[in-house]
Every structure is written in C-alpha cells, then in structure tokens.
Nanobody
Framework: QVQLVESGGGLVQAGGSLRLSCAAS????????MGWFRQAPGKEREFVAG????????LYADTVKGRFTISRDHAENTVNLQMNSLKPEDTAVYYC??????????????????WGQGTQVTVSS
C-alpha cells in the first residue's frame, strides 16, 4: 500500500522560506515520478512542481518558478520542496503525489496515482 506523508508546513511571514518533505513508502520510489500540488480555500487544486524518476527532469508552475525548488533523495525515499520568497498567495494546503511507474513529471493531476494527506502552508503579509 502506497503511503505518502508530508511534513514541514507552517506559518511564515512574506519573504520567508519553508521546506516541505514527503516520505514515500509502499512503492518502488526510484521508478516513480513525483509532484507537489496545492489547493487554496475556494480554489481548485493546482500543480506546483514535479520531478522525474531519475531527478534530472523538473517542471514548475510559472507562479513558483525561480522561487521553489523540487528535489528527491533516493536513499531516504523523500521528495522535498524548498520554498523561498514566499508570498501570501502561496497560502494553501500542499499535497505530495506519486506517478507510480512514471518517468517524467507531469502538471496534470490525472497522471498521479496516489496522494498524501496534505500540509498547511500559511504566509502572512
């Protein structure tokens, strides 16, 4: 059974940084693409960042490009999201997702097979 557990969310002032982590189990981590999505109150879930199976291929939403960095650690079976220069509009619940068997990252949530429970990120102005 696939399990994804996010951590690292919290409250931060605008301009600050947070690092989210997602611990994956129950799957062959190194053969799966991973992604981060977010959902703000009253809005649809949206793609944030994705990373391919090997890690050399990354994809970012335009709204976070240059501020967020996605990475993966095959030894720890984790995928991380370093978020810098945070803005109030980054406030949302952030979800980790896995595309089991996927090679490249995708911005489409239909490409992902399993999801974590989410972690809240709140950026105050």
């Amino acid at each position: 059974q696939v399990q994804l557990v996010e951590s690292g969310g919290g409250l931060v002032q605008a301009g600050g940084s947070l690092r989210l982590s997602c611990a994956a189990s129950g799957l062959t981590f190194r053969t799966s693409a991973m992604g981060w999505f977010r959902q703000a109150p009253g809005k649809e879930r949206e793609f944030v960042a994705g990373i391919g199976r090997i890690g050399g291929s990354t994809l970012y939403a335009d709204t976070v490009k240059g501020r967020f960095t996605i990475s993966r650690d095959h030894a720890e079976n984790t995928v991380n999201l370093q978020m810098n220069s945070l803005k109030p509009e980054d406030t949302a619940v952030y979800y980790c997702a896995v595309a089991n068997g996927g090679l490249f990252p995708s911005r489409w949530d239909s490409a992902y097979t399993d999801w974590g429970q989410g972690t809240q990120v709140t950026v105050s102005s």
